[in-house]
């Protein structure tokens, strides 16, 4: 008898999902895209109206980072002193970062880690900043050398993430500004680094989101003269990406993503629902299944195990950012951290989090060391605050749909991916998702190498999609 009536309320439920999924749609249409209004970051009182905003300095200025040696100084002092936590007995990273590795951390960053040199490595490619509202916004910008008449440029802003930076793109630049045998194109690459992050001045007043990323990005390029470009991103600059991709579609040829929020408004959620019941009837493909439905509690806790920081960063985040700004020990635990589990979750039962199982402790050092000399951990932070606000909610982004060509890139040990059935009701228009063999949430600095070949592949099938519609 319990088995019939739990039967019989399965049918319903599912019942109630497959006809929300596809009536939904029909009955709630598709949001207009918002119009996004220049606004001003800077110091002081903000202008009374928006007519009254100073101008900005429109230059282009080249950037060399040249670090102060007090400030080094300053840092190996407070390494030196560092008072850390007595560790509990027979535990690795389930309680967070390790004490006991991160004493090691600290002794090869105070003894062996050489900051001038990595400052030299980060220095490789040109960096520059330039005035957009109110605030310098950083970005590298490189340029492919082509002998070759017959090979295309093709613009490429990449836009990293948090707890990242651009740090995260120099394993893959040289793949995608290279050319390669049986492509006829090479990528122009432009990484900007998010306002409040590293070399981007912070914002001054409140209220920075991604859509004001977004708007100041485009911005960006059109400084650059680029009026028409791919993007790519994961994290925040997933976000970010699809900010530009619907507001601005004019500008974007293609948006490549490794992360992909879940959106879509109620019929992907309905989808969800009947994912937990049926997986085979949302996900395409096995793989698909298992990152997001199977066993679906273990899903459950591993996001609440994995996503405490956003709810903090979300709502306090000057609290927080005072603990890890005045630490170096602290902050290198805070960001490491997120390392280590979302590379691989089964990396919390390592010892060392398994964090040189994919990079060099100065590959991750040198990402925190971008926070740490810039100060600008607390910046970074508030993104989440002011994303998560009543005027970004208004905006409706989790309805608004992607109609450019989207390639997507499922990392297996990625936190959450939806799969492609439940995607395209935002993104319109996906023309490649492919499940990655390897790799987790911070794929362009642990597997470069596979994310360049997918971007490569991605812009390809965009490319020849535009010769076949010209033809007809």
């Known amino acids: ?59 282009i200025r080249p950037f060399t980072i040249n670090v102060k040696n007090n400030t080094l100084q300053d840092l190996n002092h407070r390494l030196d002193n560092a008072r850390l936590p007595e560790p509990l007995d027979n535990v690795q990273f389930q309680y967070g970062f390790h004490s006991k590795y991160l004493k090691k951390v600290i002794d090869y960053w105070r003894n062996e880690y050489d900051w001038r040199r990595e400052e030299r490595k980060l220095n490789q490619y040109p960096q520059f900043l330039t005035q957009i509202e109110g605030i310098d916004v950083h970005y590298l910008h490189i340029k492919p050398t082509i002998k070759n008449s017959k090979i ?112 879509g408004g109620f019929a992907s959620k309905m989808k969800h629902l009947i994912g937990i019941l049926f997986p085979s009837l949302v996900a395409d493909t096995p793989a698909q299944q298992r990152h ?76 925190v060391m971008v926070y740490w000399v810039t100060n600008s951990i607390t910046s970074s932070m508030r993104l989440y605050k002011e994303t998560m606000s009543e005027r ?18 499922q990392f297996p040990n990625e936190i959450i991916m939806p799969p492609r059935n439940i995607a395209k009701h935002q993104y319109r228009n996906i023309i490649q998702y492919t499940d990655m063999p390897r790799g987790g949430h911070f794929p362009a600095f642990e597997e470069p190498k596979l994310l360049a070949d997918d971007i490569g592949k991605f812009v390809e099938k965009v490319r020849t999609l535009e010769v076949s519609k010209n033809e007809k």
Request: proline fraction near 9%; glycine fraction near 8%.
């Open 152 to 263: 295309h440029v093709i613009p490429l802003m990449l836009i990293h993430g948090w707890p990242g930076s651009v740090v995260e793109f120099y394993k893959i630049i040289p793949l995608l500004t290279t050319p390669t045998e049986n492509r006829d194109f090479v990528f122009e690459v432009i990484c900007p680094s998010i306002p409040g992050y590293g070399f981007s001045e912070a914002p001054h007043q409140p209220g920075f989101s991604v859509a004001d990323a977004g708007r100041v990005f485009v911005k960006l390029m059109a400084r650059l003269n680029f009026h028409k470009f791919y993007l790519q991103g994961g994290d925040w600059g997933s976000a970010i990406s699809m900010v530009i991709s619907s507001v601005y579609p004019e500008n974007v040829l293609g948006v490549h993503l490794n992360f992909v929020a879940v959106q």
């Open 292 to 367: 997001l439905f199977s066993p679906f509690m273990e899903k459950v806790y591993y996001l609440l195990r994995e996503t405490g920081y956003a709810h903090i960063q979300g709502t306090k985040p000057d609290t927080v950012g005072t603990g890890v700004s005045d630490s170096p020990a602290g902050l290198a635990a805070y960001i490491l951290e997120k390392f280590s589990t979302w590379t691989n979750k089964e990396y919390v039962n390592l010892a060392d989090g398994g964090l040189t199982k994919k990079f060099t402790l100065d590959e991750l050092l040198t990402n």
């Open 1 to 59: 008898m319990v088995y019939h009536l739990l039967m019989g309320y399965t049918s319903i439920i599912l019942l109630f999902g497959v006809s929300s999924a596809i009536l939904i749609p029909l009955l709630w249409p598709d949001p207009d895209p918002p119009v996004l209004p220049d606004m001003w970051w800077g110091r002081g009182k903000m202008p009374s109206h928006p007519s009254k905003f100073p101008k900005d300095n429109t230059a």
């Open 392 to 409: 970004i909610r208004n905006f409706k982004f989790d309805r608004l749909p992607v109609t450019v060509p989207t390639g997507i890139a």
